[in-house]
């Protein structure tokens, strides 16, 4: 029997008068999320490693009433994080949501790993999360209010084979949210993650069709994700009712990890 299951019509979530900050907002989930925020009230400043990338974000925004502006940067350089971070206070003056959203695999078996492949996929979801989290969590302690959402991944939770770099930056992550959600906590700043399962973007459409119809035998829901299932979550965790939630992973997925 097929389910009777209203159409998502975007949360009832109020932003208004707040910015939020999304990185890797050109595309997939980031940019799901930087309109569904958009979409609530937010101003965005939308990150990503070039401005040319962004600009279909933007143009979705402002085409639907929202406010919105391009930064271009890459989270893995704590210069330009920090470039960043000051370019968009000068321009909206306060931050009130962080989405540390931006990230690469670069898959390979552990044994025949080679250095960089490990380095760079922890400098950009690892150490980027950081640092903006860093520069955007001095000026958050300021406002006394804040909220902080990392992206992690179902990897960071179970392992994948194949992507020791990969989950070592997603279970990295999942350790850095609950340890700053308890430096923050008392200046009314919360910090969670979302772990999402296999959702449908650029990321996971390179996998060959025999892997992913492989992965979704492990998905009790038989299905993968829609960038929507994850910016919904998100799109809670950046509101106001969210005041008592923090230092909480949690798994969008299907069912995987339950
Ligand atoms: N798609 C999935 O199934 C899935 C599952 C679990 C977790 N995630 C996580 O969700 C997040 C988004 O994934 P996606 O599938 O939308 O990926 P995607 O590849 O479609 O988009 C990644 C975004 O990050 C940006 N980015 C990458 N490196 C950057 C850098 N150095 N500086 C600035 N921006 C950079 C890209 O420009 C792009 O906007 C990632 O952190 C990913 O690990 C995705």
Known sequence: ???????????????????????????????????????????????????????????????????AEAFAGSVASS????????????????VHVLVNNAGITRD???????????REVLETNLLGAFYFTRAVGALMMRQRYGRIVNISSVAGLMGNPGQA???????????????????????????????????????????????KEAVKEHVPMKKFGQVEDIADLVCYLSGPGARYLTGQVVAVDGGMTA
């Open 1 to 67: 029997m097929a389910a009777d299951v209203p159409t998502p019509t975007g949360c009832r979530v109020d932003l208004t008068g707040q910015v939020a900050l999304v990185t890797g907002a050109s595309r997939g989930i980031g940019r799901a999320i930087a309109e569904r925020l958009a979409s609530c009230g937010a101003s965005v400043a939308a990150v990503a490693r070039s401005a040319d990338g962004l600009q279909e974000t933007i143009g979705a925004i402002r085409a639907a009433g929202g406010t």
């Open 79 to 94: 210069e330009e994080v920090n470039r960043i971070v000051g370019e968009v206070e000068a321009k909206f003056e306060k």
């Open 108 to 118: 390979g078996l552990m044994l025949r790993m080679e250095d960089e492949a490990f």
């Open 165 to 211: 770099n990969y989950s070592a930056s997603k279970a990295g992550l999942i350790g850095f949210t609950r340890t700053v959600a308890r430096e923050l906590a008392s200046r009314n700043i919360t910090v969670n993650a979302v772990a999402p399962g296999f959702v449908e973007t650029d990321m996971t459409g390179v996998l060959p069709d025999k892997i």
